[in-house]
């Protein structure tokens, strides 16, 4: 609320910004302890109670919340680890669950009232799952390919005429190494930051017309600022679910390739 | 805005790509708990659950199935029974049919031969009755004949009242006979 006030300070409307997401310690002094942070530690929580109170003492008839995880966890089994990892899905479902609900939550904190900020919005988090799956995804390469094997898959697959691997080889090893990471934390970075500034945009543009500067030409500005908040929090509950699972699902994908080389 | 970015600065955090140290060592540490409980722990626990449920729905189905053959088995032997029971009562009726009507064929046949056999007695009793009627009559008539004749010729020549005396006695006694052998 800090933000708002500094930006309603003024006579003129000024638009969300960077600001949104510097947001200052919680306990002065403690500098570590953010807004982020306490909701990444919360979302932590959540994930563990949520999964914990379902699956700690699994039915095989399922009651209560063990059919709503369950949904959760057939749909990452059905739709994230099978389609890339066929037999060996189940070995990986562990890894690829807490990645998808984990993600999902720290999302999904960006529309729950009061708290309103996705966590992912904040590189850093993104970044730790991007490069934990790196490094797994390198290990098993290396693996299960071998050190000379694997780079030898990744960046002359067979079956090409000579001359095309002298642009291949350098595009897939940049693709594969250096590009792969960086888009992987980015995708779902960029998607929560862009989110979060939309979502305070129009609600900023209602706030401002409709309480702060009440004008007869101004007010329907407001209404539709208003509108807008209500459609855009939909709109983005559904983007926030669709990153989790393209997060997890490039995260398979990585794993799968790693297991056995393609091409 | 000024401001904001002056603040952003102080912090080191103005330029979003850039990630904070505590928040990368929180992400580590939020990411590890997740990762043990739900995905070391809970997951097993859960893919077993799965199994089990699995196994327990085919055996299920196997065991409906099974049931199913033997109740298919069952009734099977039922209608058979039935089958059999409906052909075996089917004969039994067909046989009784036969033997009843054998039964009144013969019977008809007695009755028609004892029938006859009594006709048969009447007509022979009815002539021996016949016969000896006859024979009697013939006796009788014959004696009758010549007691008349004897009794004609021997008052022939007495008197007209005495032959018609003759007579009327004559038919008394006819008469009387008659009504004796009566």
Known sequence: MSTLTLLASGDEFTPPGLELFDLPPIIPGVDWFTKPVLLALLSTLIVVVFCWSAFANPKIVPRGVQNVAEMGYMFVRDQVARPFLGKDADRWMGLLLSIFFLVWIWNLMGVVPVLQFPVASHIAFPIVLAVSIYVLKVYLGVKHQGPVGYFKNMMFPPGLPKPIYVLLAPIEFLSNMIIAPFTHAVRLFANMFAGHIILAFFSMVGFWFLFEKLTPLGAPLGVVGVLMTIAMTGFEMFIQFLQAFLFSMLAAMYIGNSLHAEH | ?182
Not at chain 2, 3 to 19: C, D, F
Not at chain 2, 52 to 71: C, L, M, P
Not at chain 2, 76 to 89: F, I, M, N, P, V
């Open chain 2, 1 to 182: 805005m000024i401001q904001a970015a002056s603040l952003l600065a102080a912090e080191g955090g103005g330029n979003p790509l850039i990630p904070h140290t505590y928040e990368l060592v929180v992400g580590v540490f939020a990411f590890l708990v997740v990762l043990v409980v739900v995905g070391k722990i809970l997951t097993p626990r859960i893919q077993k659950t799965l199994v089990e449920r699995t196994e327990a729905i085919e055996g299920g189905i196997q065991k409906a199935q099974d049931a199913q053959a033997e109740a298919q088995a069952l009734l099977k032997q039922y209608k058979d029974q039935l089958a059999e029971a409906r052909h075996e009562a089917s004969r039994l009726r067909e046989e009784a049919r036969e033997q009843g009507a054998q039964i009144k064929a013969e019977l008809r046949e007695e009755a028609q031969a004892e029938a006859r056999r009594l006709v048969e007695a009447a007509h022979i009793q009815i002539e021996a009755d016949r016969q000896q009627a006859f024979a009697q009559l013939r006796s009788e008539i014959g004696r009758l004949s010549t007691d008349l004749a004897s009794r004609i010729v021997g008052e022939s020549l007495e008197d007209e009242a005495r032959q018609r005396r003759t007579v009327d006695r004559f038919l008394e006694e006819l008469e009387s006979s008659s009504a004796a052998v009566r």
